[in-house]
């Protein structure tokens, strides 16, 4: 079979990138290892660019109804003094961004992809080997009756952190385990959380609460294994008590958790985007840290740009620059989490006081806001 484009990895950024080129008469693969769709326990926090990127799918009628606005983002440090706040007023826009869970996004993308005539979904089909030539890229799939063979004009690696067409192409990554762990759960309140999501950073690690529908949020607490490893085994009554002691009461009485989970974190940049042919593209180019919230929304960018480019040439030449993005994206990710881990005196106050400035200067604010919002393009 042969195809324009072949998309190796179902998840939320593969499919996202084949329902984007709905509006192309381009043939599309795309190629998923897994037999059914796996159900993601992840909450996603989309900034406003995203928010839009799902717009113009129409994909947002169906995700709307498990989606909670993000009106206000308050940042703190356990302990010590200095708060950041960020508002949608202050950015002049109707809402910094939105909470959906990540179940949710997939079962809005594929009903999309049900509906689309030029797109083939592969489930189960493996891929074990891709070779390359002058004209198109072969690829070899597993599947649970045999192997297949198709052939593609581009392949993007969309399969994650441990891509495999990141190890078929030998393209080496710089990674950093920063050992540490993200406990992912839904906390239930007895009053509202009036759409302010909440960046509470710990000695090691940080808590994050997100705003969901009713009085909920998304719960993602980010910390050394060890520890993680030791809440996942608390009772529930245990974890939510140790969760009120470590986050406070700016959410008030936190009444209720529920199924807990957890993923490692770790930092990878693969040092090639692009091999002839071949182009890599979410966490198969780069995996970051969790605390700035920029996974999934600089993988959405990235679509965006691609999804342009390839409705006026199927090449990879001639590719706007939007790796200066993915270059700021990371390095926010990272320093954000080399500061907050740091625990010396010298370096608390001079963070603490940064956050104060952050706070009282309105321009350094707004350029910081228009970074995670999405809004600062490269040139």
Same mark, same amino acid.
């Given at each position: ?32 290892? =897994? ?13 406003? =660019? ?8 129409? /994909? ?19 302990? #010590? ?29 594929? =009903? ?44 993007? $690696?969309?399969? @994650? ?6 190890? /078929? ?35 090691? @690690? ?16 980010? $910390? ?27 959410? @008030?009485?936190?009444?209720?958790? #529920? ?24 966490? =198969? ?23 342009? #480019? ?43 006081? @940064? ?25």
């Amino acid at each position: 079979m042969k195809y324009d484009i072949a998309i190796v990895g179902g998840g939320m950024v593969g499919a996202s990138f084949a329902a984007a080129l709905h509006n192309t008469s381009l043939r599309i693969a795309l190629i998923d290892a =897994a037999p059914t769709h796996a159900n993601d326990h992840r909450l996603i926090a989309l900034n406003a =660019a995203s928010c839009d990127f799902f717009k113009d799918l129409k /994909l947002w009628p169906a995700l709307a109804l498990h989606t909670a606005a993000i009106q206000e983002v308050h940042v703190s440090t356990r302990g #010590h003094f200095g708060t950041t706040r960020l508002t949608a007023q202050e950015m002049d826009v109707p809402q910094l961004g939105s909470v959906v869970p990540a179940s949710e996004i997939n079962h809005a993308l594929y =009903a999309r992809l049900d509906t689309l005539n030029n797109v083939d979904i592969l489930r189960g089909a493996t891929l074990t080997t891709l070779l390359q030539t002058t004209s198109h890229v072969e690829l070899t799939l597993q599947t649970e009756s045999g192997q297949e063979l198709i052939e593609a004009n581009i392949v993007v $690696g969309a399969d @994650g952190t441990f891509s495999t067409v990141r190890e /078929l192409l030998q393209i080496p990554a710089e990674t950093i385990d920063y050992q540490q762990k993200a406990l992912v759960t839904i906390t239930e309140l007895q009053r509202s959380h009036h759409h302010i999501a909440y960046e509470r950073f710990l000695k090691k @690690g940080a808590i994050a609460m997100l705003p969901l529908t009713g009085n909920r949020v998304a719960t993602i607490w980010s $910390g050394d294994e060890k520890e993680i490893n030791e809440f996942l085994k608390l009772s529930d009554s245990d974890f939510l008590n140790t969760l009120q002691e470590q986050f406070g009461y700016r959410l @008030g009485k936190l009444i209720k958790t #529920h199924a807990r989970f957890s993923y490692p974190l770790k930092f990878i940049k693969a040092k090639e985007n692009i091999k002839d042919r071949v182009i890599l593209i979410g966490n =198969a180019a780069h995996t970051v840290h969790p605390i700035a919230a920029q996974g999934l929304n600089l993988a959405l960018f990235e679509v965006d740009i691609l999804t342009k #480019h390839f409705s006026q040439e199927l090449s990879l030449k001639n590719l706007p620059d939007f790796f200066t993005q993915q270059t700021l994206s990371m390095h926010l990710s990272h320093r954000l989490t080399q500061l907050f881990s740091m625990d010396f005196l010298v370096v608390n106050a001079a963070r603490q006081l @940064g956050m104060m400035g952050l706070d009282l200067c309105t321009f350094a604010k707004k350029r910081f806001g228009k970074r995670l919002l999405g809004q600062i393009k490269p040139m």
